[in-house]
């Protein structure tokens, strides 16, 4: 069969010659195409250009200038372009070795799966690429838990957080996705129903560049599990119990240095209102920015009604304090509780509303097209 190989790329310039080169040596020139989709701020579009123009396999780019859904987005866009109704997603670090690509197309041969994935974790695979023991450990108590929270779909695959399977376009429903991370092999499974195989594989190291896993990375990952399981409130109440622990840590961090409970109370929320706004941007209604209003408005509503629902709060948590004589904190947390349903409702309906009805309803896909610039 024929295979669309769709490789996101992150400021990989260095690895991309060897890719191809390895990618060459274990499959015919008229079997595949190599599709990259970047995002990168350095020279790696000039390197895959470079790099296609010696290729005898047909290898294209899509460089995005404004990238939207990380590497999840990144790999929507690539299926979306893909010429052949099999497509591999791999990385282009290299650490998702192209020997194995082979025997993925092999077992999607037998006719039997819509998905087959390449696992660390299956029989005969090894995870050895991972920098360290820490690495190792967060990846192991990671899939846990995802296959913990999708038992049923998730029952077939041992890895599904790997990056590198081999997916039937014409079965995988990609209007469905809602790209928000880098899991996009967990989007897919935790949305929908797939028969699924597996071809062990040795996850490598690096080829060459640095490795983007992150704490910000960390925390995406946990958003998107969170809001895959239980909806987009869910990522709306991880942010805010984010924001509430750390409203009550600098809370009594100004009280132990001498500040007045309700000045230490306010400096708090307004430290946490700006970090909240930031970071519901980012993780939690980043699908909707393009058609509500313009950054600046968005903000200045959300900081408004926040503080306007401070205002009623700081009182009332006052209140509290000299009715029933409990620790000032723990009734800034009772009345952070009571408040994180009022702000999803006014952020959904009023924040992140759309300007006007017939956006609502815009083709992504359309919207997605006029942000890249592809090359073939």
Not at 45 to 57: H, L, N, R
Not at 363 to 369: F, H, I, K, L, Y
């Amino acid at each position: 069969m024929n295979v669309s190989i769709i490789v996101p790329t992150f400021n990989e310039g260095p690895n991309i010659a060897e890719l191809l080169r390895r990618i060459a040596a274990v499959l015919p020139a008229d079997s595949y195409e190599v599709l990259f989709v970047d995002d990168s701020t350095d020279d790696t579009p000039a390197i895959v250009t470079a790099c296609a123009a010696e290729s005898e396999a047909p290898v294209r780019l899509i460089h995005r200038d404004a990238p939207d859904g990380g590497l999840g987005g990144a790999v929507v866009e690539g299926l979306a372009a893909a010429r052949n109704q099999w497509c591999v997603v791999m990385d282009g670090d290299l650490q998702h070795p192209p020997e194995v690509l082979p025997r993925l197309i092999e077992r999607a041969g037998q006719g039997d799966a819509d998905v087959v994935v390449a696992s660390r974790y299956a029989a005969g695979g090894t995870s050895a690429g991972l920098a360290g023991w820490l690495r190792t450990a967060v990846s192991r108590l990671s899939t846990l838990v995802t296959k913990a929270m999708f038992p049923v779909r998730l029952r077939a695959c041992s890895d599904p957080m790997t990056g590198f399977f081999l997916v039937d376009r014409d079965a995988v429903r990609s209007e469905t996705l809602k790209p928000r991370g880098f899991k996009i092999l967990l989007e897919i499974l935790a949305r929908a129903r797939y028969r699924v195989a597996e071809v062990p594989f040795d996850f490598a190291e690096r080829f060459a560049g640095r490795s983007k896993a992150s704490f910000l990375q960390g925390l995406r990952f946990l958003l998107q599990l969170t809001m895959l399981r239980f909806g987009r409130m869910s990522g709306f109440a991880v942010i805010g119990a984010i924001g509430a622990v750390a409203n009550l840590l600098i809370m009594a961090g100004l009280q132990s240095l001498g500040l007045d409970y309700l000045w230490a109370a306010i400096i708090a929320s307004e430290i946490t209102i700006i970090g909240n706004f930031l970071l519901i941007e980012h993780f939690v209604f980043a699908d909707l920015r393009s058609h509500a209003s313009a950054t600046w408005s968005r903000f200045a509503k959300s900081f408004a009604f926040n503080n306007a629902e401070a205002v009623i709060r700081i009182p009332a948590m006052s209140l509290l304090i000299e009715a029933t004589h409990i620790p000032s904190v723990l009734a800034a947390a009772i009345t952070l509780i009571i408040a994180f349903v009022v702000r999803f409702v006014f952020h959904s309906l009023v924040v992140y509303a759309p300007k006007h009805l017939e956006d609502a309803a815009a083709d992504p896909a359309a919207t997605s097209a006029a942000r890249v610039r592809t090359v073939d």
